[in-house]
């Protein structure tokens, strides 16, 4: 198998010369777009959305009908994990993803076992095939997962939560627990994405939304050990390509070498971080996926642009190592024909660079 037509984004994760810095935007499939709204309808809600490989495969193209995007991300959700391990996940209509079964009991702990991806969690897998088919090898197609510790935070709180305190309860009074849920999920996070990428996922994200939650310590012992870990168990190529993988510590930017250290090609950054600055840190280790703050959408075209240059600016000379992204997801408020400035800038403004 070939790689795809634009391969911008493969290649500038592996460091690998590119005429301009690829972008996507983290759930740029969504509700700021009408057809997504539309076809969301159509399912009845977000889950049969997401259970439904024909109607994942429509709206993780709809973005890309609609803007010149480097990549597609499967549409899918992290929670899908812990719902395939017997969780119960349901959203709530305006309130977020919940579980009827939070995990906060020894027994149901000890009983938790990891899902057989193909069994448990094929409409998965079928929507990657059916994307990767209807893609037709135009642009890469993106598999992800949540990390451990991002995964445990919804299934211990049984939702989202402002402090953690179940969570971080059971870290501070049954560490032995919480350890044994993150490794059986370590290991379900792992076959998961294997199974991706031997569905077609052309390049994988572990999205930690949370680690960046916990003290540098806890980090360490509870986020990142785990991701290494699953980092470690990755499929590395796939019918001769490269399979690359980014990982992104919402809040991280403080670990940044720490990160950039196990093993992974790429490290995505939240906006709180200047990336040039980033840049100088890691040096030659990984690419740096990111970091434009989701609001500076909310603002004039002008000043879109002129934030977009900032980043690529500060991100500095180069041909490659670098995917515009932005620094968490768009917010479900944003004028679609604002994304085009954006799009339009790191395309135009990082050929300029390169000349
Ligand atoms: O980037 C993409 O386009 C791919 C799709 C994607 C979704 N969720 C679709 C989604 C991805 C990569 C995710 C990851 C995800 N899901 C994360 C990690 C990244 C992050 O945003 O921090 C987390 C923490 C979740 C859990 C989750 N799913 C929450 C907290 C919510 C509710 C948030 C909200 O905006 O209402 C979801 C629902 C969800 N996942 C939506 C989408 C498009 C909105 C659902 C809807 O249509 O009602």
Redesign the pocket.
Known sequence: MSRPKNDTFLRALLKEPTEYTPLWL??????YLPEYCET?KRAGN?LNLCKSPAMACEVTLQPLARYDLDAA???????TVPDAMGLGLY?AEGE??KFERPLREEWAINNLTAPDPYEHLGYVMDAVSEIRRALDNSVPLIG?S?SPY?LACYMVEGQ?SSDFRHIKGMMYSRPDLLHKILSVTADSVTSYLNAQIDSGAQAVMI?D?WGGSLSAAAYQEFSLAYMQRIVAGLKKDKDGQRIPCIVFT?NGGLWLEKIADIGCDAVGLDWTIDIGEARRRVGDKVALQGNIDPNVLFGTPEIIAAETKKVLDSFGPGNTGHVFNLG??IS?YTPPENVTALVETVHAHSRLLRK
């Open positions: 983290m759930r740029q499939a969504g509700r969301r977000f991300i499967l549409f899918s959700d992290i929670l959203f977020g993803p992800f949540g991002t989202g999205f939304t919402k968490h997801g479900q």
